[in-house]
């Protein structure tokens, strides 16, 4: 995760440069050197270093209370941001009228977009529905990806609102330890009589492997997730704890693994300048070196130099991927030693260290 999330902050750092923000940084215990890479390459950050695991719920709840701006950002580390991110959608937000939580458009390392982006609350026949892999009902599929509008859920990966709204409803449930703290919460925000708004205008991506395994301990969270999530604001009967049961134990063999790309690309490009013989190197293959994408092409990896490229434009090539292209990508980020990246959103990223010499 340390250099996921070293990518995360640079893009975060370059998204504000003309906005007066600051950047929190929440520390569960890693196991890493997440915290000595903050404290030398972003040595402004404030970092939260917990003495123990305390879980997504109250890590973040622990940093909005040192949050000292208008809007508070909850950010996964595992995400990448353009650089007209927050100008975009805090211009948006300023313009609501009863806005509670705004969320934006996810994509994955790949391109591909995360319906998860905009989610109806998972009532309970909804939620058994989703985990018997129908999960039609349990995401606003009625607006478009690229479209504006009503969202009840939004994903904790990436969420908008005014602190002082965060606040008022008591911010994260600590109840929940990881999984379904974010469905709680907008639930929350618009039980208190806010709107929660989608601008699929603004694209982000979310490598949401790092952060969500999908196997049969992300079945048994989500389902205990659930369970709080009903005790708290719904009714539970015998035959939807049955319903739920019978989701939890069929659902890990229900998710889909078909479309995910494999790690064996036949070809690489290199989009940049500079970095061209030091990842011939690394790969142990010629690259083809273009200043820009010209065509996608299958089996194909695309190396993108963000020394070269910026965060939008890297954004823009994924989510200009054509629907059934092979290709992948991976980012070396500015002034750094490595390459990054996910070819799936259900499993662990690759990286890979540039030699030195």
């Known amino acids: 995760m340390r250099h996921f999330l070293e990518l995360c902050l640079k893009s975060v750092e370059a998204s504000l440069i003309n906005i007066d923000a600051e950047i929190i940084v929440i520390d569960n215990l890693s196991s890493d ?23 997504f719920s109250k890590g973040n709840n622990i940093g909005v209370v040192q949050a ?47 319906p998860e982006s905009k989610r109806n609350v998972p009532r309970p026949m909804v939620a058994v529905k989703k985990m018997l892999g129908f999960p039609k009902s349990y995401y606003v599929s009625n607006l478009d990806e690229k479209g504006v509008g ?12 005014k602190r002082e709204i965060y606040n008022q409803v008591g911010g994260f449930d600590e109840d929940y330890f990881m999984y379904g703290e974010d469905i709680d919460l907008s639930y929350k925000v618009e039980q208190a ?16 492997g790092e952060s969500t395994l999908k196997d049969q301990t992300y079945a ?50 290199y989009i940049g300048l500079d970095h061209k013989s030091s990842i011939e190197k690394l790969i142990k293959q010629e690259l083809v070196c273009y200043s820009q994408i010209e065509a996608y092409k299958d089996d194909t990896e695309y190396i993108l130099d963000n020394n070269h490229l910026s965060f939008r434009s890297i954004i823009e090539i994924l989510s200009n991927t054509p629907k059934n292209c092979t290709a992948t990508f991976k980012i070396l980020p500015k002034n750094s030693n490595f390459i990054i990246g996910s070819n799936s959103s259900k499993s662990r990223g690759a990286v890979m260290q540039l030699n030195n010499n």
């Open 68 to 114: 000292k701006g208008d809007y508070v950002c909850i950010l996964n580390p595992d995400t990448v941001v353009a650089e007209n991110t927050f100008e975009k959608l805090l211009q948006f937000a300023d313009k609501q009228t009863n806005l509670g939580i705004l969320g934006c458009r996810l994509i994955d390392g790949q391109g591909r977009f995360l």
């Open 150 to 161: 009503s969202s009840p859920v939004f994903v904790g990966a990436f969420m908008i609102m």
């Open 33 to 55: 050197d997440s915290c000595d890479m903050v404290k030398t390459l972003f040595p402004k950050i404030k970092l939260i270093a917990n003495k123990e695991n305390y879980g």
């Open 193 to 208: 009589g806010y709107s929660n708004i989608y601008n699929g205008n603004a694209t982000i991506i979310h490598y949401k």
């Open 220 to 269: 048994n969270r989500f389902y205990g997730a659930m369970q709080i999530f009903y005790t708290k604001h719904f009714k539970s009967n015998f035959i939807f704890d049955a319903l739920v049961w019978f989701g939890i134990k069929l659902g890990p063999m229900l998710l889909k693994t078909s479309g995910e790309i494999q790690d064996n690309p036949k070809h690489f490009v």
